[in-house]
């Protein structure tokens, strides 16, 4: 039996022959998405994920307020994260059930692909006296950035210098304050605004340190103090450095962080995994807060399909098998061994529902298709099924690949011997009893 890795999707698909057991126990134990995360934009096939760090948690997508499916790729947008001291990696990993796959294929062919897709559906910073930064960001004009700070403009070189140094210790000293306050990798509404505000208002401090700068080089080429600017330029260089770093940090704090996971084909479990880790070392994750956040969906068919599993008892199907028998003088021959007719497989269903009953519409009939787990593609069932809640009962025909011999070469001994065997198919009749996979609530 092929049994699928419950730690990418916990809904137990690698199910045992106590299915229905195992499978409401891992679904009453997995955490779903709580309503409204998800987005659906049908008109541009697309689906957007909104992870607030801040109160996320991992969780598995149900699907209740709109379906991901093959035609949609999906945005993850992470927000209320600590750019500032942490980055954060997204890894996506998918794997498929491929019993999913091959109906979804086969419905595509049987309903000529588009038959049924119209059903569808702020801390304060602390004052300097005499010219602070604070004092000149308040009085900046952008227009005339000279305007408000002229006051504060040396008269000569070495008051200007005076002054321009004093200026990049205040800048320092305040951003290493801002960075010390926020430190833990998730970030409340006040902890986002505060940092846009701090953002907003020392957009200008790279402007005021640059006017310095301008003033101080006209000075400094006057009085022959070039040396001495070049040394102090240095640290100015540093200090609009480490600004220019926390602008473009801070506005993944304000604007998040997204990730797109391209379309998938339909049956495909998709799990993004999203890490925070350290920059620089600020704090550990233990005591910074969760430092990890998965999301989980599962791709559906453009159809309206209902997927469903269940054990299937298939009656007709000849299960006879056929070993070689090497032999020196000749070819092989094929000795045929005798199987049962009857056979009972775990197998996965796509269903329509054409006719539907109760105020909750989780009542009806439905038009069925299923192969199983083990083999997919190898048996094939077609018939009605009628489903009552998250319970289907399924009838109908199966067809089967089987094996036939050819060229029997012993008349009536027993076992039969073939000169060749060739694949051949088979058709019988089949019940299941099964539920519903998705959706489950």
Not at 1 to 21: D, K, Q
Not at 33 to 39: D, I, K, N, R
Not at 148 to 173: I, M, N
Not at 360 to 375: A, I, N, P, S, Y
């Amino acid at each position: 039996m092929r049994a699928l890795r419950i730690t990418v999707f916990p809904l137990a698909l690698g199910l045992a022959p106590a299915i229905a057991l195992t499978v409401s126990a891992a679904v009453a134990a997995t955490t779903w998405c709580s309503e409204g995360l998800v987005a659906i934009d049908r008109e541009a096939k697309s689906a957007s994920v909104a992870i607030d760090w801040n109160a996320a948690r991992s969780c598995t997508y149900g699907g209740t307020d709109g379906r991901i499916d093959e035609r949609m790729s999906v945005t993850v947008s992470v927000d209320h994260f600590n750019f500032l001291h942490y980055g954060l990696r997204f890894d996506i990993e998918r794997e498929t059930i491929e019993a999913y796959a091959e109906l979804a294929d086969f419905w595509g062919r049987f309903l000529n692909l588009d038959i049924l897709e119209q059903l569808a559906v702020r801390r304060a910073v602390p004052k300097r006296l005499g010219c602070s930064l604070l004092e000149l960001l308040q009085s900046f004009d952008e227009g005339d950035p000279q305007l408000g700070a002229g006051s504060c403009l040396g008269a000569g070189w070495e008051d200007q210098s005076v002054r321009w140094r004093k200026l990049l210790r205040d800048a320092q000293l305040q951003l290493a304050d801002h960075l010390r306050t926020h430190r833990t990798i998730a970030l409340s509404d006040d902890g986002v605004r505060a940092i846009g505000d701090f953002r907003k208002a020392h957009y200008k401090a790279v402007k005021l340190l640059e006017l310095f700068k301008r003033v101080a080089l006209e000075l400094a080429a006057t009085n022959a103090q070039l040396d001495l600017f070049g040394h102090i330029e240095d640290r100015h260089g540093e200090i609009v450095s480490s600004y220019q770093l926390f602008d473009s940090r801070a506005a993944l704090v304000e604007g998040g962080r997204q990730q797109t996971v391209r379309k998938q084909t339909p049956g495909t479990l998709v799990s993004v995994t999203m890490t925070a880790s350290s920059l620089d070392g600020a704090a550990g994750a233990a005591t910074a807060g969760k430092n990890q956040v998965v999301f989980r969906y599962f791709v559906h068919s453009m159809y309206p399909l209902l997927f469903h599993a269940g054990p299937a008892y298939s009656d007709g199907i000849d299960g006879s098998e056929f070993e070689a028998l090497s032999r020196l003088s000749r070819d092989d021959l094929f000795a045929k061994i005798e199987g049962e007719e009857e056979d009972l497989d775990l197998s996965a269903f796509l269903s329509w529902q054409f006719m539907s009953f109760g105020s909750k519409r989780d009542m009806g009939l439905m038009l069925t298709f299923g192969t199983g787990f083990e083999d997919p593609g190898r048996k094939l069932f077609g018939g009605l099924s009628y489903r009552w809640g998250r319970w289907i009962v399924s009838g109908g025909w199966i067809r089967a690949e089987v094996e036939e011999g050819q060229g029997r070469v012993d008349g009536e001994a027993e076992p039969a011997l073939f000169e060749a065997v060739r694949k051949g198919s088979d058709v019988g009749s089949f019940v299941s009893v099964s539920f519903k996979v998705f959706g489950i609530r």
